[in-house]
Structures are given as C-alpha cells and as structure tokens.
DNA sequence: TTCCGGCAAGTGGTACGACCAATCGCGCCG
DNA sequence: CGGCGCGATTGGTCGTACCACTTGCCGGAA
C-alpha cells in the first residue's frame, strides 16, 4: 500500500486503504486537514470522557500510519481536548487551558505579545466575570470567593497573598458558570500571575501589601453579595487600577 | 507538582546520545516536558521570521528522534508559533489565532462551550478593543473602520453584510494596536460568525437587516471618531444587544 | 548577455516495523 | 478470601526508507 504505482495526479499516495476522511475544509485555519477533521468528528460523537480506540487500531480504520496519527492527536491534547496515559490509553476531555497557557507563556517571552496587552484582555474579561457572577448570585460559589477573601486577611506572607488572591478569582470565575469565560480568564491568570510576580522581583518594588490587596478586592465581594452587576463590574475595573503603575515603569529588556 | 523525583531512576534508556535538554519545570501545565522546553528557549532566541535548522539536525542536536521532535513542532504549529512549509522548512511566526478558532470550534461542537458563553467572552474582549481603539484615536486604523461601515451601507445580500460586519471588527481590534486583545477577539470572531451563522439558518429567522446593522455599528464608529472612551465602549455593549434574543431563543438540539 | 527550463539537493510528510515503559486485569498462590 | 505477580494491552520512542514539494544552481537557447 505504501506506493501506488501511478505518481497520481490525483490523491497523493499512501493511505490507500479505505479511509474515508472527508475533504471538507473551510475557514478554520490551516489546522483543518482531512484527518485532524476526523478526528475532530470522532471526539464529537464520543462523549466527554470516552476513551478513544488504540492508536494502532484508529490508524488503520482511518487508513494512516500511526505516526501521522500521532502528530494530529498530540495537537488535540495540547489544546486540552484529549488526555492520553500511556498503557491505559486516550480519552476525551473537557477543554482544559493548559494548552493555551502554555502558547501564551511562550508567545510572551518571545516579545510577541506584551505583559500590559495581555493584562487589559484580562481586565475586560474579569469585569465581564464579576458582572456575570454578581448576575447569578449562586451563594455556594460566593461563598468560596468569600473563603479567598477571608484567607487573603489572615496570608502572612506575599506568597501567601499571592495564593489567596489566585483563589479568588479563581472562584470569581466558577461563580459565573460560563465556561469559555473560566477558560479564557483562567490561562491569563496563570500567565500574568507568573509574569507579574517576575517583574515585580526585577523591579525590586511593590512588594504585596494586604492592607492595599484587601482594599482592593473587599468592594468586589461585598458587590457580589449584593446582586450588583454594575458595582461588580466596577469594583473589578477599580481593582486593577493598583497594577497600572507597575506596568508603566520603565521597561526592562531580556537579558 | 509535574514531575517528583523519586519515581524516575535517571534517564530511561534509548537515545543515548548527549541530549542536554534542561529539566526546568514548573506550573506551566502538562506540556512542559524537557523536550518541549528546549524547543521553546530555540524559538525565544531565534527570532520572528527565523528559520529552524531542518527537523534531522535539530532531532540529533536534541538528542531525539525525528518523530518524537515532530510531535511538539506539531504542537507548536498548532499553536500558531511555528510555520512549517514541505520543502522549505519550518519558521518563527507571530502567535496566530487559528489554532485557538480549531480548539474553540471543537469544543463547541462538542458541547464543552455553550455559543452563550463565548459570546459573552466577545463582547467583553470588543467593548475593551473599543475604548483602547478610542484612546489611541490613530486614524488611519480608524478610517479603515469607516471603510468597513461604507461597505454595510453598500452591501446588496446578507453575505455582504457580514463580510463587512467582519471587516468592521476586524479593524476595530487592529486600532487597538493591541496584540493580545487582537488574537483572542479574532479567534473568538471567526468562531462565533461561523456558529451563529449556522443558529440562524437552522432557525430561519433573523435575516440580517442592513438598517439595523448600521444602527448599531454606526454609533460606535463615531464614537471612536470623537475619542470618546466611555462612548465607544457604550456603544459596544449596545450593539451587541442585538444578538440577544438570537440566544435566548428556543435552542434546538444537535440532529 | 539574458532568460528560461530542467535537474539535483535539501526539507518536510508519511509509512512501517520494532522495541521500551507504564498500566491494567486476570489468575495463581499464600 | 486477599494479595501478588506475570502477561497482555497501550501509549512513547526509535530508526529507516521513501514520497512530495521547494529552492537554487547550471547549462543551453534566444
């Protein structure tokens, strides 16, 4: 199977076999081959959770080698979308941002994006967050944001400000209940969370202070608790304002 | 977290040659192995544009082989940082959104991500691309946003007028001369253009009235003329108030 | 000299087969 | 009855070979 006599016009060669990837293709990136398509159709029909069929299997029933399926099958894992455990086998996920994270980590370090640009994406999408969440009002997931809140005044250490302060838009987020808003706001808070606390030690400057951290995230639950979009929303841009200088002092180049 | 060090006896076995990829780790998500590591310190020094030595070289550089080394450019590709081109070789490109729109549009099929919830991630990302494109107040960015609005206004079907639609938001998000802001919202674009598209063939409603369209795309455009911030974010949140009971319509489930 | 065509080397894309490593289940033994 | 170990399964990697495409060089023709 491996080579067709004739080095056709038509279909390139290998794959002979009767695989039946279809050649739809339209706007979706050049991601959108024949295969990763099917794959794509196959994680569709397969539920979250389901466990795909070996790789050996997959590749011939598509009628690719094991390789090729490896490529598009590592890509799918890295957008989160596929969790594979050797010797057990691959399953179908939720979309995780790990993968996302990860692009972002990297992008930034190679100056293609910026701490501040990736900052004010992070800010529209808290707002939206606190409006959303304050929309909603679940008491249960208030509750923990409260939790974060109340860590964060008894944090003896930056680190331990740090901590709680993640927690608590991490809750902020679940209280929402979207899910592309969790995973979009999760994978910027995980970037600038690294990135801010890098060039805060460069800068030598603006160690944590609770007081200041309290200060600025107190109006943004007592809003929650009130059913508030708007003073949610508020308080959520307010609460950035403490970042703005940070990011407005001058530069430091990579070393 | 990833990785204890109790399990692992030292390297396993095969690829005995000097592989001198670093172990660096830390919580960065499940893609940070050694190998991927490496891979990302070579794209942060070469710079943009730059060409990658061809994958036999870099395999042996590294210590792997071909196809282990092909999985992560793979997922690099996918991510939008590398380029690879048959017969030429692989290149550092910008972070582009297309492997985000992929990831996205599968999770929406596949129901991990309601079009509710992205669409709410969108107009948060715009409302921001409105004030900062205000702010900024370049006007060339801004005359070519006009353009876009002279084409809804001379758009002759339906197509047109999304096409334009598109184009509007389109150089609205690069008036922002925001990197980050831009990729997200253009990945979230193309998606959501796409699935609310197919929504509104299945539900045979909602054909796009051009009035209507320059209604609400109007008052943004002036908004971001006058430089008036809080305006033109307004007028971004207005304007997406037309596509609200596109959502809350009845849903129909996948056939 | 200039231009064009074709050949050859380089590079990514894929295939196949083999083996390693982790996992899981079944059956044996205590 | 329960724990343990062996073997089958499955993902992870390696190596080799070949195909398809790109690029650039070189020689012949205009």
Partial sequence: MTTDPATGPGSPSGAGAGSDVAAADFASGSLSDALSDALSDLIRDLGEGARLPPER???????????ALRDRLRLLE?????????????????LAPQGLEFALDLALSASHLSIESLHSVRVALERQAAREAARKGDPVAIGHVGKALADMEAAATAEDIDRA????????????????????ADAMTGVLFRAVRQRRDRLKTHPRDKELSLAAHRPLYEALLAGDEDAAGQASDDHFQVWHDLFTQPEMQRP
Same sequence: chains 1, 2.
Avoid: I
């Fill in 57 to 67: 299997e997959l590749a011939e029933r598509l009628g690719v080698s094991r390789g």
């Fill in 78 to 94: 890295g957008f989160g979308v596929l969790s594979r455990r050797q010797g057990s086998g691959t399953y179908v996920r939720r």
């Fill in 165 to 184: 302060d993640f927690a608590f838009h991490q809750a902020l987020l679940h209280a929402t209940g979207n899910a592309a808003l969790t995973f979009f």
